[in-house]
């Protein structure tokens, strides 16, 4: 039962224990359990009933192509029984074409319900994420392992260090002094959130700003705390996120690719339709027959025969028009595509994918883990120098949590001064972190920040040189032990065995800072702290400067340091203040919990006045850096004409100056109308909202919770747009499912978002999409090539039938021999296309658009007479065979078959009224053949002129695929041997078409004979011209494009 969840962030911890009528140290008794349960149900994601098996077989078959093959099939099965009935046979051969059409659909079928029924994986990632245990109060008493899936909102739970949140819950009690959660998964927010027990005022606040909530999900990764359970099950966040994951799937909508096939499939319907109805219409006298009778037509005369025979050739005409290889070759490609892909290490899930990626318009990109490394690092740090007016600037080099990762520019271990000794005493003391590595992966163990100031002390290195000489041995030794999981830290070692602590003053956010106790190698006392620049710098009294002197701190240098931390900040740097302080009054012999002064150091109120009077050190600045290789990525986005929009959860500020220096965006004057948080953008009018999202150049929301993500995805897709989009936490796999393309990090990301993309980055590198879109292009293009060389021979092959028909001459081409040479004959050379090389300028050119067409005007009036040429090649042949004896000097005649006028050959079917007409048999491959009745010459008798034909149209198509090669270019340009694979597919196909001619039992199946040596010659003769025809064909093309180019230059 869903009801609208209490907003416990606004109201005050007695409120919210009120509202849910509990205790926070008893808890709720098992009656209330039982009674809330009842109302709230249980604490777990529901399960969505998927598409039954039924319904996704059907689904398989809602495609016009599908839909005309299936016509196709039960007709041809229809016709091929009542032949077989009339004839008496029952072989095999006669159902060979339905055969093969329908298990080409059942196979398809196969293949498009596994790739469905393996689609919703992401729900049942989402659930792994979900706690399976709690502690909680009940009845009075704690409850250690209580399943989470019992919760019911009121329960009282407490969470410590590793905890997974199990619910939503209100924080209620703190039992440190401070607690941190990890929830960058959920929020993007890239460093652990300090949560609190104060109420947020406002109902309506973004999910970031609930810092009293913790959310199911996410991990405690410092402090202990006491919380009441607000919200189970679907309430939660993670409940909505699967609700939007779900809604996201049922808005998936077809890919460009399906969509203009789809178009293709319903024109071709209609063509068709229309050729069929004319073949009927011009042969209706031999089946129709009546006389004219006063005006008026009488006696009619049906022949169910004969219009049979013409339905067969209607038939003949929709298998041929029928590409029915095309479904096989593209998967083919597309599959081609993906491996490609996966060897520049974009994984791609779904086969569509691959070309999606090619007509991308807009790339909406998370930032943390994305664009930058998810590894907080320290870039620069500052001290003062000999005075207190001068200050200097150490820049820091490398992105990640390897040591080894880059260095300090400019550094020498002998330039460590006293000043920058103390810097690096508190980054490595004043820590309670660390970094472990997972294969070639460095992680942080604790705090991001702590761990990137541990870095930072291995690069500044010890100013002990027998130390540093041993630690270099060390890490060297370290290289190549077993255990490479914990990172040696050799330096922070040193400092941490030099200065031993002995008393921590725990972070909290009054003072917003750290103070760690230590005794240093002289027997003294010293208070080591990290925190806020400005809280640090307002305790401080003093300054220590490079030369170890300690001097006032005026207001000349605190406006110094200010300045400083102005300009660190602007740069997107999260700055840390350094100080330190050795006058500690009574804590200046404190050694254990032992001694008198411990007692103050229990309470964290005591902890800002320890903490005065301290000697500032200097400051240092990190940041979650950008990726090396986004700054080009994003310039070649630009030159591409894709549009990119980083969507974070991450603030304000930090996106903006993330942004900036991956060159998103020039100058700081730009962000106006192109910087909004995800709540300022949602509460503009929508004629607002398309108006930004329409504007050039780059956009940048930040804080913005899932849905917002979600709306803005759709947005962009209702404007048209084809919309990438990127991310690896749970926040963004609503969007993901929503978007074109879903592309998930593989090493940062979840397996929330993995399973909700299409595709996934092995390497978490924002370039590598911008290479799978350059590959989506190529692909695109090649497709291209293979679909208008098929649809090329297609049109050649109806126009043979349809001349056939016209002319009235025998059928020069079966049904079955159409269908081998549309799936066999054809395929190799049109699947050899899709690895045409990529254009070098393929990443200079805008995106297509999404409707375009598939084949333009001019395209088609190109294949419509290469089409013609190989009709009239195909049906001239045939005829040449029946009347004539040579041609161009290659003799027809040593068969010794009959030969009869062009005249004879339309009037065939009158053959029985014939006087003195005669056939003589006629050798083909080693047999003779002869016939009872004369008139079975232009039946049983035309074998060899129907093997002629189809050798000329496999031969043509042949010839024709190296014409494909290039939409415009020629082949003088474009030499067969730049895609060498064409030319191996050239062979198969050629010897798969000497198979059926040279195997006897393949050649009683498919009607035709071996031909001799004169025969091939004709055949290739006949064949050759199409090069030369698509050769003039390109060139008017070529010229036709420049003057177009001319034109719009001068208009311009």
């Known amino acids: 039962m869903e009801e609208k969840p209490f907003p416990a962030w606004s109201w005050p911890v007695d409120q919210c224990l009120k509202e849910y009528n509990v205790r926070l140290d008893k808890g709720l008794n098992s009656y209330e359990v039982e009674e809330r349960r009842e109302r709230y149900g249980w604490n777990e994601l529901e399960k969505e009933s998927g598409k039954p098996l039924w319904r996704l077989v059907l689904e398989q078959f809602d495609d016009m192509l599908v839909k005309i093959l299936l016509v196709a099939a039960l007709v041809s099965f229809v016709l091929a029984y009542f032949h077989a009935e009339e004839s008496g046979e029952s072989g095999f051969t006669a159902y060979v074409e339905p055969l093969v059409i329908l298990l080409i659909l059942i196979l398809n079928a196969i293949v498009g319900v596994w790739q469905e029924s393996n689609a919703e994986k992401a729900l049942e990632a989402l659930k792994n994420m979900q706690s399976e245990q709690a502690k909680v109060f009940r009845d009075g008493y704690l409850v250690p392992d209580l399943p989470a899936r019992e919760l019911v909102p009121g329960d009282i739970v407490e969470l410590r260090v590793g905890d997974k949140a199990p619910a939503d819950m209100r924080v209620a009690e703190l039992k440190t002094s401070t607690l941190r959660v990890e929830e960058s998964s959920l929020t993007g927010e890239c460093m652990p959130v300090l949560k609190s027990t104060a109420p947020l005022f406002g109902d309506d606040c973004e999910l970031q700003a609930k810092e009293c909530m913790i959310f199911s999900g996410t991990t405690v990764v410092n402090g202990r705390c006491i919380c009441i359970v607000v919200s189970t099950g679907m309430q939660t966040e993670i409940g909505k996120i699967q609700t939007q994951i779900h809604e996201a799937s049922l808005e998936e909508t077809d890919t ?130 000999g005075k207190t007016t001068t200050s200097r600037t150490f820049k820091v080099e490398g992105s990640t949590y390897n040591p080894k990762d880059g260095g300090i520019v400019d550094w020498s271990y002998y330039n460590m001064d006293s000043n920058l000794q103390a810097l690096a005493e508190i980054c490595a003391v004043c820590n309670d972190s660390g970094v472990s590595c997972n294969g070639y992966i460095f992680r942080a163990t604790g705090m991001p920040t702590e761990a990137a100031l541990k870095v930072l002390v291995e690069k500044m290195g010890v100013p002990d040189m027998k130390a540093k000489n041993r630690i270099r041995n060390a890490q060297l030794a370290a290289d190549y032990s077993i255990d490479r999981t914990t990172v040696k830290l050799g330096c922070c070692e040193w400092w941490n065995k030099r200065s031993k602590r002995i008393a921590s003053l725990e972070f909290d956010r009054v003072r917003r800072s750290m103070g760690v106790l230590v005794r240093e190698p002289t027997g003294r006392n010293r208070l080591l702290v990290k925190g806020a620049v400005e809280n640090v710098l307002e305790r401080s009294s003093h300054v220590q400067l490079a030369d170890q002197s300690i001097v006032p701190l005026d207001e000349t240098c605190r406006q110094l340091i200010l300045l400083k931390l102005l300009e660190m900040s602007s740069k997107g740097l999260r700055c840390l203040g350094m100080a330190f302080k050795d006058d500690l ?95 300022e953008f949602m509460s503009l ?93 190529a692909i695109y293009n090649n497709m291209k090539a293979f679909i208008r060389y098929m649809i090329s021979s297609n049109v050649g092959e109806v126009i043979s039938i349809f001349l056939t028909a016209a002319l009235g001459i025998p059928e020069c081409l079966i049904p079955v021999q159409l269908l081998w040479v549309n799936l066999v004959t054809d395929g190799p050379p049109a699947t050899a296309l899709g690895f045409n090389p990529q254009d070098v300028d393929i990443m200079q050119k805008p995106p297509r658009k999404h409707d375009d067409p598939l084949i333009n005007a001019w395209v088609l009036f190109r294949y419509m007479v290469i089409g013609l040429y190989v009709g009239i090649a195909t049906v001239g042949v045939f005829i040449l065979w029946y009347t004539h004896g040579s041609f161009m000097g290659i003799d027809l005649s040593q068969d010794g078959h009959t030969l009869v006028t062009l005249s004879q050959l339309h009037s065939w079917g009158d053959c029985h009224s014939w006087t003195n007409f005669t056939a003589t048999p006629f050798s083909a491959g080693g047999k003779m053949v002869s016939f009872s009745d004369p008139c079975d010459y232009f039946t049983t008798g035309k074998v060899k002129a129907m093997t002629l034909s189809l050798s000329v149209l496999v031969a043509i198509e042949m010839f024709n695929s190296l014409n494909a090669l290039s939409e ?85």
């Open 585 to 679: 009054g009574e804590f200046a012999e404190y050694h254990a919990e032992s001694h008198p002064s411990h007692k103050k150091l229990l309470d964290p109120a005591n902890y800002s006045a320890i903490e005065s009077n301290l000697v500032f050190v200097g400051v240092v600045g990190l940041r979650d850096p950008p990726r090396d290789e986004v700054h080009k990525a994003i310039e070649d986005c630009r030159k591409a004409g894709i549009k990119v929009v980083v969507i974070t959860g991450d603030n304000k500020s930090t996106a903006e100056a993330i942004c900036q220096e991956i060159s998103l965006f020039s100058g700081r004057e730009e962000f106006r109308g192109k910087s909004f948080t995800g709540k």
């Open 256 to 385: 460009p690719l399906k969509r203009k096939l789809d178009e293709f499939g319903e024109k071709l319907t209609v063509a068709i339709g229309f050729i069929c109805l004319l073949v009927w219409v011009i042969n209706y006298k031999y089946f129709l027959s009546y006389e004219i009778v006063n005006g008026w037509p009488t006696n009619f005369q049906f022949s169910f025969e004969k219009c049979t025979y013409y339905f067969k050739i209607a038939v003949a005409l929709a298998v041929a028009a029928i590409p029915e290889g095309l479904p096989a070759v593209i998967t083919t490609c597309l599959a081609l595509g993906t491996r490609k892909m996966a060897q520049k290490n974009a994984i791609v899930r779904k086969l569509p994918s691959v070309e999606t990626l090619g007509c991308t318009t807009v790339i909406c990109s998370d930032k943390t883990g994305t664009l930058t490394t998810n590894q907080m690092s320290v870039s620069e740090f500052f001290s003062l120098g």
């Open 968 to 1052: 415009e270019n020629s082949l003088f340009t474009m030499p067969p041997w730049i895609n060498p694979w064409l030319l191996v597919a050239m062979t198969v196909s050629f010897g798969l078409h000497f198979l059926i001619l040279y195997v006897p039992f393949l050649t009683d199946v498919f009607g035709i004979v071996p031909l001799s040596f004169n025969e091939w010659k004709l055949v290739l003769l006949v064949s050759a011209p199409v090069l030369a025809i698509d050769e003039v064909l390109k060139f008017i093309g070529r010229r036709r494009r420049r003057r177009l180019i001319k034109r719009k230059q001068k208009s311009v």
């Open 685 to 777: 009018p929508t004629r607002q909202q398309r108006d930004i999202l329409s504007r050039p150049g780059g956009l940048v929301f930040s804080r913005a919770e899932p849905k917002h993500k979600q709306d803005i995805v759709r947005m962009l897709k209702d404007a048209g747009e084809i919309v990438a989009m990127t991310g690896d936490g749970v926040n963004d796999a609503p969007a993901l499912k929503l978007a074109d393309i879903g592309i998930a990090m593989g090493i940062t990301g979840t397996e929330v978002a993995k399973e909700a993309s299409d595709m996934v980055l092995a390497d978490d590198n924002f370039s590598t999409i911008v290479s799978a879109v350059a590959e989506g292009r």
